[in-house]
Nanobody, 120 residues
Framework: QVQLVESGGGLVQAGGSLRLSCAAS????????MGWYRQAPGKQRVLVAR???????NYADSVKGRFTISRDNAKNTVYLQMNSLKPEDTAVYYC??????????????WGQGTQVTVSS
């Protein structure tokens, strides 16, 4: 059984910062990519940032220069530092991880989501 648990969401004023964390636990052999997605009300879930096991990083254009993704492999944890937040960043943020367990193949897991609300 694998779990991804997010933390760090909340309410912040425009221009402020938040740091999200997502810890993976359970029967994990290795973790390949880890990422953050967000879903605003009435919209589809979209990629915010992701980081591979080798440290290759992709960002959505809308967050480049403001958000930073990082991971601590020893803790099976991925972080998202969000600076200069804007009201349009308001969404539920989900982390995911592509990982290898005791079963053959790779599997995609999602966290439960954490609300980020940016007030103007």
């Amino acid at each position: 059984q694998v779990q991804l648990v997010e933390s760090g969401g909340g309410l912040v004023q425009a221009g402020g910062s938040l740091r999200l964390s997502c810890a993976a636990s359970g029967s994990i052999f290795s973790i390949n990519s880890m990422g953050w997605y967000r879903q605003a009300p009435g919209k589809q879930r979209v990629l915010v940032a992701r980081i591979s096991s080798r440290g290759n990083i992709n960002y959505a254009d809308s967050v480049k220069g403001r958000f930073t993704i990082s991971r601590d492999n020893a803790k099976n944890t991925v972080y998202l530092q969000m600076n200069s937040l804007k009201p349009e960043d308001t969404a539920v943020y989900y982390c995911n991880a592509v990982l290898v367990t005791g079963q053959p193949g790779e599997y995609l897991y999602w966290g439960q989501g954490t609300q980020v609300t940016v007030s103007s």
